[in-house]
């Protein structure tokens, strides 16, 4: 199907967010000033997980040093790290009563060791404080530097996530900085150590149903276990326009020709979303 960035097809239709548990979410995260890949990155499913009680906490601050073209998270310069976000996730997570939670962070290139220190501390806090909740990370590639990621897989999340966000042709048009190659080579880091890793792809950029499966092939190649696939929704018309809207149908494929590669889960349909339902990939 073409896309047409001003109309969507009826599959894509977002339901806003609403009730008890999301005016509660809503509101710890403007007491505490708390910033959510939910709501920076404009995520369809945010009514759905802020009605459920959860939610994707973002550490770093709100501004990337990274510009990607598919992403609404803002750019520039950040602010210097705040070790009392730690603290205030923490306590939000006590008092929303999460049992599996996901943290994720901006890019912070502009620091010696990218943020790694901090996501350290961060999972280590929350470990501590929290021993029941499970976790997942959603980090970045930290330059391609394996010391840094070694930092936060010392500290033994459930699961630990890197995005391909494309296939390999689109990567450098998509992407700002990352490239294929070394987000396969951290994918492999993590799965080498033991801990479970995943990684997720956005269709509808102009990719090709070969691309898409040798991408499977390459994460499965290097030993990643979980995977999502969802449909790219363009933020604005600055952003990198959206080619085509993908049918639930043709989701569908995928995700069976992802179990037949070996993946022990695939999330694969329209609104997915890399932490959509990411509790169910820690069993």
Known sequence: MKADFRKKPEWLKIRLP???????????????????????GLCPNRGECWG??????????NVCTRSCRFCNVA?????PLDPQEILDIVNSVKELKLRHVVITSVDRDDLDDCGAAHWAAMIR???????????EVLVPDFK??????????????DIISHNMETVRRLTPDV???ATYDRSLEVIRHIAESGIRSKSGIMLGLGETPEEILQTMDDLRAVG?????????????????PVQEYIHPDVFEQYRLAGIEKGFRHIESAPMVRSSYHAERHVH
Request: overall charge positive; hydrophobic content about 35%.
């Open 18 to 40: 609403r009730g008890f548990k999301t005016s509660q979410v809503v509101g710890l995260l403007n007491e505490k000033n708390l910033h959510t890949i939910c709501s920076s």
């Open 52 to 61: 459920n009680g959860t939610a994707t906490f973002m550490i770093g601050g």
């Open 75 to 79: 750019t520039g310069k950040p602010l």
């Open 125 to 135: 806090t929350l470990r501590r404080e929290c021993p029941d909740v499970t976790m």
């Open 144 to 157: 391609g530097r394996m010391d840094l990621l070694d930092m936060v897989i010392a500290e033994r999340p």
């Open 175 to 177: 992407r700002c900085f």
């Open 224 to 240: 990643c276990e979980v995977m999502t696939i969802g449909q790219y929704l363009q933020p604005t018309r600055n952003h990198y």
